[in-house]
Structures are given as C-alpha cells and as structure tokens.
C-alpha cells in the first residue's frame, strides 16, 4: 500500500514533503519551526505617503525623472519590494500623487509596475488607444489642477490593437465610434509604404502620431492644462512603450 504525500509549500524553500501515516508524521509546530527558520530575502518597503508640501516642492522635470529611473528598474527587472498593506492603510485619507498617465486599456501595459510606482504615487486613466474625451480631460484638471500632480503623460504602446483596428477602419458596435477618436491618428501620417495594419512601421508612426494627436488634444479643449503648462506647473509628454522590451521611449517634440 503506497503511504500518502502531503505537501507544505514554504514560502521561499522548496517542497516539504511530509509521508503522512501512523508510524512517521512531522507535527505543525516541527514544521512552523522550519518555517521560521527561513530568512527573509526581501525587505518589503513601506514609503510614506507624498504630503502636500512635498508634492508641491516637486517639479515637472523631478517626476519626469523618476519615470525614467523607475522604467530603468523594471527593464532590469529590479522592482521595489512594496508592503501594499501598509501603503493602503498610510493612503487611506489623503492622495497627492505625482502625475497621471494615460494609457491604453492593453493588459500587457501595467502602468505603476513600468514605472515602478507604488500605491498614491500615480492617476491613471485607461482607455482603448489611449485618446481623450471629456471624461478623461475631467480627470486630468482634477489631477493637476484640484490635486496637484506635476506631470500629464499620454503612453501609447507597440503592438496596438485598438490603433491596428482604427488603421483598417474596423465596423462593431461601439467599437466604432471608439476608432473614430483614433482614426483623425491614421489620416495624419504620411507614409508612402503599405498603409496597413499588417505593416509594423505604419502601425508604429500611427501609435506615436496618435500620441502626439492625444497632446494636441488635450491643449486644445483644457484651457486648464494649457495655462498650467505654459505656466511651468506641469508637463504634458508623450511615450511610447515597447511591448518587447519594457522600456519606454519619451517623445521629446
């Protein structure tokens, strides 16, 4: 008669396997004493939650810098060890963060962890192909100019599939007036190649001139954010994030 496995998985060590019959058991305390024997690789951080006076001390330029040195950590997949638990507590009455991003709704683009952010840092706003509306222009004066973040970032990405269906002039449900916002993106271009979206050079200039578009947008009907700008209280910029690398690419002009 073969004896029954039980396995305790410890995290951080390999399996424990434990023959569970009559003669020879390992009781729960010899186990929880092993268990506590295991060092703790990782010191999760707990970051104090940004105040007011320090969100207010930051500039454009100092947030813009994080973001790229929190991408830097991803790309070398060096994120910070966060203890979320105690970040959502400490975030619980307040939030000052540091900017907002949009981006596009794409599940392969998580938006803190490629900046390695953590809990009140950072608004993000998510929409397919990531374009403004009244809604999400609503959310960003409240992030700037109610909130105090520093930093609007419109972050487009490679690969788009909401930019691929806008290109081939997709006909679904709501889907189509959604590329309607994306498509004005397509018809900027110019591109002497095969204009579809087979090809990945088109789908890439579209991506970066429906960034750009995003941008042009966002000046154009929030009078807010285009004072706060041309004030120097925030930035508006645009990315690109590459799906094969992880690394994202800041669009200067």
Same mark, same amino acid.
């Given at each position: ?29 010899? @186990? ?49 060890? *966060? ?25 392969? @683009? ?13 608004? @993000? ?55 309607? *916002? ?72």
């Amino acid at each position: 008669m073969k004896t029954p496995i039980k396995i305790i998985l410890l995290f951080g060590i390999a399996p424990i396997f434990i023959a569970c019959n009559d003669q020879s058991s390992q009781t729960d305390e010899q @186990v929880n004493e092993v268990a506590s024997d295991v060092p703790s690789e990782v010191e999760p951080l707990v970051e104090e939650v940004l105040t007011a006076e320090e969100q207010a001390a930051l500039t454009p330029e100092e947030v813009i810098d994080l973001f790229r040195e929190g991408n830097q950590r991803f790309m070398n997949n060096d994120l910070t060890a *966060r203890d979320h638990s105690a970040q959502v507590r400490k975030s619980t009455y307040a939030q000052y963060p540091k900017a907002i991003v949009l981006s596009c709704v794409d599940s392969r @683009v998580p938006v803190e962890d490629v900046f390695d952010r953590g809990i009140g840092d950072i608004f @993000v706003a998510r929409v397919a192909g990531n374009f403004v509306n009244e809604d999400i222009l609503g959310s960003m004066e409240f992030a700037c100019k109610v909130s105090g973040s520093k930093l609007i970032l419109v972050m487009g990405h490679e690969h788009c599939g909401a930019v691929k269906a806008a290109i081939d002039d997709v006909k679904l449900g709501n889907i189509t007036p959604m590329l309607s *916002r994306i498509r004005p993106a397509v018809e900027m271009v110019d591109y002497a190649g095969e204009r579809n979206s087979e090809n990945p050079e088109f789908v890439h200039e579209v991506c970066e001139s429906n960034v750009k578009n995003t941008i042009s947008q966002i000046q154009e009907k929030s009078p807010i954010l285009k004072e706060m700008q041309d004030n120097g209280e925030i930035e508006i910029l645009g990315a690109i994030y590459d799906m094969d690398t992880g690394k994202v690419s800041f669009i200067e002009d």
